[in-house]
């Protein structure tokens, strides 16, 4: 009987662990410091020079990247024709193809046929 307890204690707490791992708090992009602070154009190169190196260095890190909007539409902005920003929501500023930006956001990978590094919730870096 004391070894079927234990047995169920030790499930249940797998269980829980498991599902903690599961089912993490969504990551708040807007609070987390930066790992890395680049300018777009340099960020793109490196992505160029190796691929792989790159998605290990960047992939899923929190990123500040500044340049000159080049593309704009309601959620997402392209700088310096290399990197693709995607917003939650739309602006609450008033942009222009032209404007310099310091944009925070989430690396998620490289965009072999754009030759773009892709960026997901992004905001406005102060």
């Given at each position: ?86 917003f939650q ?38």
């Amino acid at each position: 009987m004391r070894k079927k307890a234990i047995a169920i204690i030790i499930v249940f707490g797998l269980l829980i662990i498991g599902y903690n791992y599961i089912y993490k708090d969504h990551r708040d992009i807007s609070k987390e410091n930066p790992d890395f602070k680049i300018e777009a154009a340099n960020l793109v190169n490196e992505f160029g020079m190796d691929v792989a190196l790159s998605q290990q260095k960047y992939l899923d890190k929190t990123i500040v990247v500044s340049g000159v909007i080049t593309e704009l539409n309601e959620i997402d902005m392209t700088i310096d024709d290399a990197v693709f920003c995607q917003f939650q929501n739309r602006f609450e500023i008033a942009l222009n193809v032209g404007d310099q930006v310091i944009i925070k956001g989430r690396c998620i990978g490289f965009d072999d046929l754009l030759e773009q590094v892709k960026l997901s919730e992004c905001f406005f870096n102060k």
